[in-house]
């Protein structure tokens, strides 16, 4: 192979690159310990949102927090765009200030499940597969082929597959007409905690579209305005 | 536009006092350029405008930063706690913080491709040595600079990132330990270790915006190398910087932004290669990630260490291979610049590109057998690059060099 200029050099290099980039996004979608994750088709749309927000709110919060989640952001975030009443009914005691913490004290979740919980604020940005995982983790109890991992214990999606998390929306064993709306419920709070992570990201991309926009006017232009000024230069 | 600027009576009462038109003349509009420079040349000016974006948005992270490790709720820290302070609360505080983080990474594009603008058209040969030597130091405060940033958000990698690599330090004999003591400062990646970084990591890109002022007044004693390689005729073959380059750099400044404000509003965290997915995870001393790799501009260097089976074998190799760096306009002997008309350089030149950009590749997986060895044969082709140099010119039968441009 002869690589005759700097032109065909980039080129090979974009290449090889594009080729190295492609290996590891295969296989974050693949992610899931062995199992491929499940798609969990996540959609934050308003019902959706204020969906997973009710079960966030009446299940997961029994033991796991969401600090960097405010009252008050229910709120401001016209994405969930709850009413102050709402909103009063859920605080109860806290501030509008407070993040969304739950009862259960560290000193307690250990004794009752041998590890503490862990704050759900950011787990689709901290986890391989994002709300898929979480999806996937809620509808993966089953039982242990092996027969070590006690019932309950016993999750395909997590990694060494024993979880302490007591199967929190009643998967293991559900008859065959409930499976909808428990997809329904891990979908629902699957898709908040992914909005949940980075709560600015519609206001973002909204802003963004124009952005980009307007840098592809302003490359235009400015692409115009060099031809025209180089127009006499011989290079 | 500038003219007009120059003529205003301000200008004018500033100019008597300073002597700033004739600065302005001689170094930036009519500055002499050569007429024949390609895009190639567009990425000086952009990894200043990062250099600038980067301090503006830094300025504006730290006044809602704290540097502090101690704990709060959740197993998180303080630090953790003000980073998602800006994210969530501050005004507009995700633009800026997405900013920083993608500029970083956008910072390590513009300027890779700089230095190998640099290599491929020979521009670090006389009378430029110094101008290269002086952009070597440029990349490796850079490089301290976003490492220094990383440990920052005290996250599982920023933690464990810093962890490894100053143990590294304490391979070196004698000596090492007390480096990374006070790297450090203390026997463990601690509160300690985040306020030292946190001054550090303000310190050096200010001591780089002074050195890339000596880089620019280098450039404009001995000026711009073009792609043919040659010296030019200074009164014929240049045209005035404005508006010819103004206009060109302006649009590569546009051209830049496209993919950079894509990944900052759309994908800033680049399915990971920016910001790591266990950098969302608060640093935990008790658990160490499955898989420590930093970010994807450091990754061509921490091959090469990995390639060692002695850890100090390694890390000398890791210094070696940055400060060859310094000694590359002395290892080449050959009279003639650009790689268009040295046919043996140039496949050489391609060759290394394809090595640094394989090494990259395997510092950033999780390592195997065979990926140890490919990042092996990559090493060695990268030193291989360096050594065989010196000799190049005795055998290589350059193309004929043009005149003019
Ligand atoms: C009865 C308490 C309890 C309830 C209710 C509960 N969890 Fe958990 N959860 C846990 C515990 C304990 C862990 C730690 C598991 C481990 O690390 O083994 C956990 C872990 C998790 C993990 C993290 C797995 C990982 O990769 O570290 C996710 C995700 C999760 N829970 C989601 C949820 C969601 C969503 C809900 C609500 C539908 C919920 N949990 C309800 C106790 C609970
Ligand atoms: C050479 C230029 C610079 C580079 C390459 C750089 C790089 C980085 C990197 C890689 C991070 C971690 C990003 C993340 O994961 O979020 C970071 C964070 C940070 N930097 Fe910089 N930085 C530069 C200049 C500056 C300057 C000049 C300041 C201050 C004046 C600054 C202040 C900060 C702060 C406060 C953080 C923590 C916030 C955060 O992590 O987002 N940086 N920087």
């Not at chain 1, 973002?204 to 980009?212: D, K």
Request: charged content about 15%; some cysteine.
């Amino acid at each position: 192979m002869k690589l005759t200029n700097m032109k065909q050099s980039i080129r090979l290099s974009v290449a090889a690159i594009c080729l190295a980039l492609t290996v590891p996004m295969s296989a974050s979608a693949s992610e899931g310990h062995g199992h491929a994750l499940k798609d969990a088709n996540i959609q934050m749309d308003h019902d959706t949102l204020r969906k997973g927000l009710e079960v966030f709110t009446n299940v997961c919060m029994g033991c796991h927090s969401a600090k960097y989640l405010r009252y008050g952001s229910l709120m401001a975030y016209p994405e969930l765009g709850l009413t102050r009443e709402e909103v009063d009914e859920l605080r109860g005691e806290h501030s509008l200030m407070d993040g969304m913490v739950s009862e259960l004290t560290p000193a307690d979740a250990i004794e009752s499940y041998g590890k503490v919980p862990p704050d759900l604020s950011l787990i689709t940005r901290a986890r391989r597969g994002a709300g898929n995982y979480v999806f996937s983790i809620l509808t993966g109890y089953e039982e242990d082929p092996n027969g070590k991992i006690p019932e309950g214990n016993y999750n395909i999606y997590y990694p060494g597959n024993r979880i302490a998390m007591p199967d929190p929306l009643a998967w293991m064993g559900h008859s065959e007409d409930e499976t909808a709306e428990i997809e329904g419920q891990a979908h629902a709070v699957a898709s908040f905690l992914t909005f949940v992570g980075d709560p600015h990201q519609f206001e973002r991309e909204r802003i963004g579209v124009w952005v980009l926009g307007f840098l592809f006017l302003l490359a235009f232009v400015l692409w115009m305005l060099k031809r025209e000024i180089w127009k006499d230069v011989k290079h | 536009m500038i003219e007009s600027m120059m003529k205003t009576r301000l200008f004018q009462w500033v100019d008597a006092r300073t002597d700033a038109g004739s600065i302005i003349r001689s170094q930036l509009t009519e500055y002499p350029a050569p007429r024949n420079l390609n895009y190639m040349w567009n990425f000086g000016s952009l990894a200043l405008l990062v250099l600038v974006l980067q301090i503006l948005t830094g300025i504006f992270l730290v006044m809602y930063y704290k540097p502090s490790a101690e704990m709060t709720a959740g197993g998180f820290t303080v630090a953790f706690d003000s980073i998602e302070r800006i994210m969530r609360d501050v005004n507009f505080g995700w633009l800026i913080r997405y900013m920083h983080a993608v500029g970083a990474s956008a910072f390590f594009i513009v300027v890779y491709l700089h230095i190998a603008r640099g290599l491929y058209y020979g521009s670090y040969k006389g009378p430029r040595e110094l101008l290269w030597i002086i952009g070597v130091v440029i990349l490796l405060i850079m490089q301290g600079a976003a490492f220094f940033g990383y440990l920052l958000p005290w996250g599982q990698m920023s933690f464990w990132g810093a962890t490894v690599i100053t143990n590294l330090f304490g391979a070196v004999p004698v000596i090492g330990d007390l480096i990374s003591e006070v790297l450090r400062g203390g026997f463990a990646v601690g509160d300690p270790t985040l306020n030292r970084f946190f001054s550090l990591h303000y310190l050096f890109p200010l001591l780089l915006a002074a050195i890339v002022g000596g880089h620019v007044h280098a450039l404009h004693v001995v000026h711009s190398n073009n792609p043919e390689g040659i010296d030019i005729d200074h009164e014929k073959e240049t045209i005035p910087f404005h508006p010819y380059y103004t206009i060109k750099d302006a649009f590569g400044v546009a051209v830049f932004l496209i993919p950079y404000c894509y990944f900052v509003f759309f994908n800033p965290e680049a399915w990971g290669y920016f910001i790591e997915v266990d950098n969302f995870v608060p640093a935990n001393n008790l658990q160490t990630p499955a898989h420590i790799a930093p970010v994807w501009y450091l990754t061509p260097w921490y091959t090469i260490l990995r390639s060692f089976e002695s850890k100090l074998l390694g890390v000398a190799a890791m210094g070696a291979s940055l400060a060859i760096l310094f000694v590359l306009p002395f290892l080449d002997r050959s009279k003639v610049r650009s790689a268009r008309y040295r046919p043996v350089y140039r496949q050489m030149v391609i060759l290394f590109f394809i090595s640094v950009l394989v090494l990259g590749y395997c510092g950033h997986s999780a390592p195997t057998a065979t990926l140890k060895l490919v990042g092996q044969i990559a090493t060695a082709i990268y030193f291989g690059f360096f050594l065989l140099l010196p000799f190049v010119h005795k055998f290589e039968k350059t193309k004929p060099v043009p005149e003019r441009i």
